[in-house]
């Protein structure tokens, strides 16, 4: 069966840290992968995907990036956190030629 | 533009007092429409995948339905572990890369 991991679970950091989120699947081959964020009370945005090794596409301009290293690896990172990127990070992945997206555990990030 | 809008934001039900939620959607194209439930602190966990207006789909005490402009979530019979929030999210016939455009939720409380 499929897992999806997400680390770390919880992560403080102050203003103008940088940030580096993981996330892994298992169980499963050549996903497309997602990065949501939750903000407090509010839905979730999408913020990258990636259909495949070093394919990134971005949805929101902003202070974040994704990498894509390997098949099942998907990274979210920043040079200098803002207090805006506080929120409730998700990663997603689908299977290809299906529709349903599976979510991770979520990482919990505050920007102090 | 694409859209989704859910009601009530929240609601609060005595146990075996059944109620519904609902999801409106506008995009061009509904390719999918899903419903998540999500518990304080946790990612969404799938529920329920509508494809077609006239679908419904159970699970338990959960019903799903789907109309062209609109779904409903049914809650028969509620159970207090039934309190969550609850998603929908759609993706449109345009995206070729499973982009969902999520709706802000439904948080549900049912209490003893």
Known sequence: ?112 | EDQVTQSPEALRLQEGESSSLNCSYTVSGLRGLFWYRQDPGKGPEFLFTLYSAGEEKEKERLKATLTKKESFLHITAPKPEDSATYLCAVQAGSSNTGKLIFGQGTTLQVKP
């Open chain 1, 1 to 112: 069966s499929q897992t999806i991991h997400q680390w770390p679970a919880t992560l403080v950091q102050p203003v103008g840290s940088p940030l580096s989120l993981e996330c892994t699947v298992e169980g499963t081959s050549n996903p497309n992968l997602y990065w949501y964020r939750q903000a407090a009370g509010r839905g979730l945005q999408l913020l990258f995907y990636s259909v495949g090794i070093g394919q990134i596409s971005s949805e929101v301009p902003q202070n974040l990036s994704a990498s894509r290293p390997q098949d099942r690896q998907f990274i979210l990172s920043s040079k200098k956190l803002l207090l805006s990127d506080s929120g409730f990070y998700l990663c997603a992945w689908r299977v290809r030629g299906s529709y349903e997206q599976y979510f991770g555990p979520g990482t919990r990030l505050t920007v102090t």
